[in-house]
């Protein structure tokens, strides 16, 4: 089975005080012992960085502890999926054409990924946002 992790999903995976940790935690694992095959859209790198070294926990991890933290838990057997400049343009159009405005965009750009990496499953822990912005998922969006 592919599965692409969403950021939301990557987040609760990571951070062991997560509401989501453990059920998120699992999916992450499956991923590290290749009973899946686990994707990562490129473009999550830069949000999970975001997310993590900002996360209201105290104390607060330094950017270095957080580079060191991404360059582990998203070492092999996670692959990522690269996005084109085509790419951008094709989920902004999309978002346009669905009257959809803001960083929304953000989620179209993931969801974009699952296409490309033909996606069983796109883990998140926010379906109704995927849902928007990708209509046609034919039930792929699944919430660990």
């Known amino acids: ?6 950021t939301s999903s990557l987040v609760g995976a990571l951070v062991e005080s997560h509401p989501s940790h453990e059920r998120c935690f699992s999916w992450y694992e499956r991923g590290r012992r290749g009973e899946i095959s686990a994707f990562v859209c490129s473009h ?15 104390p607060r991890p330094s950017v270095e502890g957080v580079g060191e933290v991404l360059g ?3 070492s092999r057997p996670f692959q990522f999926i690269p996005l084109t400049a085509a790419d ?4 902004v159009e999309s978002q346009i054409r669905l009257g959809i405005p803001g960083g929304s965009v953000y989620d179209g750009l993931i969801a974009r990924a699952a296409e490309k990496a033909s996606a069983d499953v796109l883990l ?9 912005v990708w ?9 660990p």
């Open 44 to 58: 999550s790198l830069a949000e999970l960085y975001s997310v993590l070294s900002t996360y209201p926990v105290g």
């Open 72 to 74: 582990e838990a998203l």
């Open 88 to 91: 951008y343009r094709a989920v």
């Open 124 to 132: 998140t822990l926010n379906r109704a946002d995927f849902e928007r």
């Open 135 to 143: 209509p046609d998922h034919g039930g792929r969006i699944r919430v």
């Open 1 to 6: 089975m592919k599965v692409l992790f969403d």
